[in-house]
C-alpha cells in the first residue's frame, strides 16, 4: 500500500495562490509513474468531489470549477505530485485530498485544509 503525505495548505484571502505537495512512499518508482493520478476535495457539509486528474500516460482533465485556475503536475525522480491554485475563491474552501493508484490499488492521502477568506 502506497503511503502519501500532504503538504502545502493553509489560510489565503480570496485571489491568492497556494500549491499542495503529495509525497509517496513504500512505492518503487517505476510503479509510482505507473499510476493515475488525482486531488479530490471535501467542502464542510458537501461530497468529496474530483477537482483534477492525471492518467499514467499523462491525460489531464479538470472539473470546470477550477479549469484555467487550478494545475496538477508531478515530480517522477521524487514520487511526488502538486496542484497549484490560482486565484482562489471562497469556493474552493475545504479539505483537498491526492489520490494515487490504478483500478486494482488506491491509496489517499492524509488531506490538507484550504480556506480561503478575507
Known amino acids: 500500500q502506497v503511503q502519501l503525505v500532504e503538504s502545502g495548505g493553509g489560510l489565503v484571502q480570496p485571489g491568492g495562490s497556494l500549491r499542495l505537495s503529495c509525497a509517496a512512499s513504500?512505492?518503487?518508482?517505476?510503479?509510482?509513474?505507473?499510476?493515475?493520478k488525482a486531488w479530490y476535495r471535501q467542502a464542510p457539509g458537501k461530497q468529496r468531489e474530483l477537482v483534477a486528474s492525471?492518467?499514467?500516460?499523462?491525460?489531464?482533465n479538470y472539473d470546470d470549477s477550477v479549469k484555467g485556475r487550478f494545475t496538477i503536475s508531478k515530480a517522477n525522480l521524487r514520487k511526488a505530485v502538486y496542484l497549484q491554485m490560482n486565484i482562489l475563491k471562497p469556493a474552493d474552501t475545504a479539505v483537498y485530498y491526492c489520490n494515487v493508484g490504478t483500478h486494482d490499488t488506491n491509496s489517499w492521502g492524509t488531506g490538507a485544509q484550504v480556506i480561503v477568506s478575507s
Open positions: 492525471m492518467t499514467s500516460d499523462g491525460d489531464i
Open positions: 513504500r512505492s518503487i518508482l517505476s510503479t509510482f509513474i505507473s499510476f493515475n
